[in-house]
């Protein structure tokens, strides 16, 4: 995954996932470009403010879910300890939060919980891109800005 890049699996592993935006595209897509660009935005906008680095997956997470939210953040190189990530997996119905050595400092399991639960809550509503963000967003609230960030 690149920086602040939105990671979507083959659309045909999220499972019985049916789009509700428009007609029926002959490849399913479970977001639209601008769909995609606005949580680019997030992404950039709660790394420019926290100093972490933000990763969404959107994709299956195979059998065991923890475990490849795991290799996802390793995946990242030397972003991973000061990285966010969370993996939603919507044919499953899965949600992970996975932070970095130097992220957990400041996204506590509590904040992770808390993303969780919005973004279900988004998802049981049937607004993907919405429960993406919010959940981006909710992590980043949680982590705070940095202090020499704070007069901008």
């Known amino acids: ?30 977001l639209t470009s601008s769909q995609r660009e606005f949580l680019d935005d997030v992404i950039y906008r709660a790394e ?7 990763s969404v997956y959107l994709g299956d ?10 290799n996802l953040l390793s995946g990242l190189g030397a972003d991973a300890p000061s990285a966010v990530l969370l993996a939603v997996s919507p044919g499953q119905h899965v949600v ?9 400092r400041r996204v506590s399991d509590r904040a992770a919980r808390l993303a969780v639960l919005a973004v279900v809550a ?15 967003r909710i ?3 949680q982590a705070g800005i940095l202090p020499e960030r704070a007069t901008w």
């Open 48 to 54: 420019l403010s926290t100093g972490l680095r933000f």
């Open 96 to 104: 992970e939060v996975v932070t970095g050595t130097e992220a957990v």
């Open 122 to 136: 988004s998802c049981s509503e049937g607004d993907l891109p919405g429960a993406l963000a919010t959940g981006v």
């Open 1 to 30: 995954m690149a920086h602040g890049e939105v990671a979507v699996a083959n659309p045909s592993a999220l499972g019985n996932w049916d789009p509700q935006v428009g007609p029926t595209p002959a490849v399913r897509e479970p």
């Open 139 to 141: 992590l980043a609230d």
């Open 61 to 70: 997470l195979g059998e065991n879910t923890r475990a490849t939210a795991d």
